[in-house]
């Protein structure tokens, strides 16, 4: 394992500032994954900057909206006392997030840079419509969350940006939220995670939102399958098309987990589910 | 680069020189000499270098040492009592036979530590939950949580 430096800077600025200096330097959150990628000789980097000391970068701070620091931990997002009313499907979701030891260090900022494609908080954010705050030293911008995955370990985060907070609106009231993944074991990585949003008016869906994991080269939203249900009662022929449609547009991988047409056939399986789970709520 | 750090270990503090790419077991094992801890994956997987840190599990093969400064590190030396006695859990370990070849043991027994310290009158989901990143080689998870449990009850009824 190779020799690098570690730094705590204590704000924002300092640790922009220290990644402009250093080449080869690496942003580090909870580090449950840059740690494995150093042990396995994945990334080399000359030194490491922590996050982990930045206020800035801590807490949840609820004003209608929601704004979570990307330095909260997983279990700081299981234990606070509204999230799980408020976005329930988040929080189902963080409780599938690996273990104990694991989720008491690896930070929700970390899940979505880490950018596999089973990140587990990444499904729910995408049915959220979350947004994510980016810092530089040039500035800071927002982008919708599904902008911010571009392809497996792959954001649209430049090396010298830092992802600051993760943004919600208020949770609508009508809006009906589930999570859903497919493990080996409960701990397990996702061979397959689904995530689904209705708003229903009687048995009319008003709003849909759908996204799926470990089944694309990125968390990905099911635009497809959210027309489909849009407008429409959904019947059980629609539903039979919604796992259909699941099914096709999925672009899985064959690995050490699960086969490509496993995949395929646990998103179709699981949408559907999950459609249903919510219409008997 | 070489730092001094201290933080709280097993309620004493203590001073160490560790450098950046130093992981908290590499200070624990190395340097400070408490073998209790054990690597096993090294990549977070099986928990076997569970230890508490401020009263949460974390693995410590994953843990950057830096990170330790200022804050209570907690290793399966620092359960046990003034005298070298067995602490409950670890007593209730032995009692039900959940030990095999015993390289689990620690950090098993040091998250069921961070779940009774938080939970006093678990489930048995809740202690199979809180168990999760242990992984035992010898199959032996019916005796462990047979032991959690009988921990929880004598610590629930000690004055």
Same mark, same amino acid.
Not at chain 1, 64 to 67: C, I, L
Not at chain 1, 132 to 142: D, K, M, P, Q, Y
Not at chain 2, 94 to 97: C, H, L, M, T, Y
């Given at each position: ?16 500032? =220290?990644?402009?200096?250093i ?11 840059v740690?494995?990628?150093?042990v ?7 030194? =490491?900057?922590s996050?982990?000391?930045i206020?800035?970068?801590?807490g949840?701070?609820e004003n209608?909206?929601?704004?979570i ?13 509204k999230?799980?009313?408020r976005y ?21 900022g ?7 494609p ?13 947004k ?11 982008i919708?969350i599904e ?18 907070d993760?943004l ?5 009231? %009508?809006?009906?939220?589930v999570?859903?993944?497919?493990g ?13 949003l ?14 799926a ?30 796992? %259909? ?9 064959t690995d050490?987990?699960?086969?490509e047409e ?7 399986i ?11 709520k | ?7 709280? =270990?097993?309620?004493?503090?203590v001073?160490v %020189?560790?450098e ?21 994956c ?15 599990a974390?693995n ?10 200022g ?8 359960l ?13 370990f032995?009692?039900?036979?959940a030990?095999q070849c ?22 048995e ?12 080689r ?19 009824d000690?004055?």
């Open positions: 394992m190779g020799r690098y430096n570690y730094y705590k800077p204590l704000s924002l600025d300092d640790a922009l500032a =220290l990644h402009d200096k080449p080869g330097a690496l942003f580090i959150a909870g580090g449950t994954d740690m494995v990628k150093i396995n000789g994945d990334i080399e980097p000359s030194a =490491l900057i996050l982990r000391s206020p800035e970068l801590s949840i701070k209608g909206s929601t704004r620091g990307s330095m909260t931990t997983i279990s700081e997002l299981i234990e606070h006392p999230l799980h009313k329930p499907v988040l929080i189902e979701a963080a409780r599938r997030h690996s273990g104990p030891q694991i989720r008491n260090v690896a930070t929700i970390g899940n979505l840079c880490n950018c596999s089973c990140a587990d908080t990444a499904t729910p954010l995408l049915v959220l419509d979350a994510v705050r980016l810092r530089s030293i040039e500035g800071s911008r927002e919708p902008e911010f995955f571009k392809g497996p370990g792959e954001t649209c985060l430049s090396s010298s940006e830092i992802l600051t993760i919600l609106d208020p949770p609508q009231r %009508e809006a009906r939220a999570f859903m993944k497919k080996r074991v409960h701990m397990d990585l996702a061979t397959a995670s689904v995530a689904v209705l708003e229903m008016e009687k048995n009319t869906c008003r709003r849909a939102r759908l996204a994991g470990s089944v694309a080269p990125v968390p990905l939203r099911l635009s497809q399958v959210e027309e489909l249900l849009e407008g429409n009662i959904i019947s059980s022929e629609l539903l039979d098309r919604a796992r %259909e449609i699941s099914s096709e547009t999925v672009s899985p991988i050490i987990r699960a086969t496993y995949r395929r056939r646990i998103v179709g699981y949408v559907r589910r999950g459609i249903e789970r919510l219409l008997k | 680069m070489r730092i001094n750090i201290s933080f709280m =270990l097993n309620g004493s503090e001073v %020189e560790v950046g790419h130093h992981r908290l077991i590499d200070v624990l094992r190395d340097q400070l000499g408490l073998t209790g801890t054990k690597e096993g090294g990549k977070g997987e099986c928990g076997a270098c569970s230890v508490l840190v401020d009263g949460r974390v410590a093969c994953l843990y950057p040492a830096l990170e330790a400064e804050r209570s590190v907690t290793t399966i030396e620092g046990r009592g003034p005298n070298n006695e067995l602490s409950t859990v670890q007593q209730a032995v009692d039900q036979g030990i015993g390289f689990c043991t620690p950090g098993m027994i040091m998250s069921a530590k961070a779940l009774l310290d938080s939970n006093p009158d678990p489930t989901e809740e202690i199979r939950s809180a168990l999760l990143g242990n992984l035992c010898c199959t032996g998870y019916v005796q462990i949580v047979e032991a959690v449990r009988q921990a929880a009850v004598q610590l629930r000690k004055p």
